[in-house]
T-cell receptor, first 113, second 114 residues
Framework: SQKIEQNSEALNIQEGKTATLTCNYT??????LQWYRQDPGRGPVFLLL?????KEKRKERLKVTFDTTLKQSLFHITASQPADSATYLC????????????FGAGTRLAVHP | NAGVTQTPKFRVLKTGQSMTLLCAQD?????MYWYRQDPGMGLRLIHY???????AKGEVPDGYNVSRLKKQNFLLGLESAAPSQTSVYFC?????????????FGSGTRLTVV
């Protein structure tokens, strides 16, 4: 069956360290993958998109990798801050287009001072 | 610049009642979506629209109807609410380019069906 898997357990890290979150997918061949941030009681906010022909993408303290062989994307936050605490969602469109995003359940990140 | 606005923010319905959730966007986006979010299950696509006057089914369309009479509005209707429809509903929109800007989400409607 097709599915997107993110670690359901919360990730707890110390301020200043690098947080790494994982998104694995099975039986999809997406042309791209997106990452979103969601705070409690709020809607998701778009962070980054990485295409299948891009190995890595960066935006300020964020870095995303995309390995189509492993069917995995890694999301890194360097020099993490308590303000980075949130749930992070990965998403892809099974058709390879942009019409219908399918989301993982998300991983909650807690950054402690 | 409000982005995506959802009304109402909270609602309690009795089983069998009907209601309409309104989504409005002021970004001139072509594409609009309705998702529901349940604990541990992530966001699931209910219906979506690729333009004014068009709608299509997503993953979990049963029990819901939608309409896109105006480009800026996307309505989600529940004709006969059931407890299984207790959820947080999110509307989203995106432009017609190649996805670089992602989806813009509203702040959600928390619906409880008793």
């Amino acid at each position: 069956s097709q599915k997107i898997e993110q670690n359901s357990e919360a990730l707890n890290i110390q301020e200043g360290k690098t947080a790494t979150l994982t998104c694995n997918y099975t039986n999809y061949s997406p042309a791209y993958l997106q990452w979103y941030r969601q705070d409690p009681g709020r809607g998701p906010v778009f962070l980054l998109l990485i295409r299948e022909n891009e190995k890595e993408k960066r935006k300020e303290r964020l870095k995303v990798t995309f390995d189509t062989t492993l069917k995995q994307s890694l999301f890194h936050i360097t020099a993490s801050q308590p303000a980075d605490s949130a749930t992070y969602l990965c998403a892809l469109d099974p058709s390879g287009g942009y019409n219908k995003l399918i989301f993982g359940a998300g991983t909650r990140l807690a950054v402690h001072p | 610049n409000a982005g995506v606005t959802q009304t109402p923010k909270f609602r309690v319905l009795k089983t069998g009642q009907s209601m309409t959730l309104l989504c409005a966007q002021d970004m001139n986006h072509e594409y609009m979506y309705w998702y529901r979010q349940d604990p541990g299950m992530g966001l699931r696509l209910i219906h979506y629209s690729v333009g004014e006057g068009t709608t299509a089914k997503g993953e979990v369309p049963d029990g819901y109807n939608v309409s896109r009479l105006k480009k800026q509005n996307f309505l989600l209707g529940l004709e006969s609410a059931a407890p299984s429809q207790t959820s947080v509903y999110f509307c989203a929109s995106r432009d017609s380019t190649g996805g670089e800007h992602g989806y813009t989400f509203g702040s959600g409607t928390r619906l409880t069906v008793v």
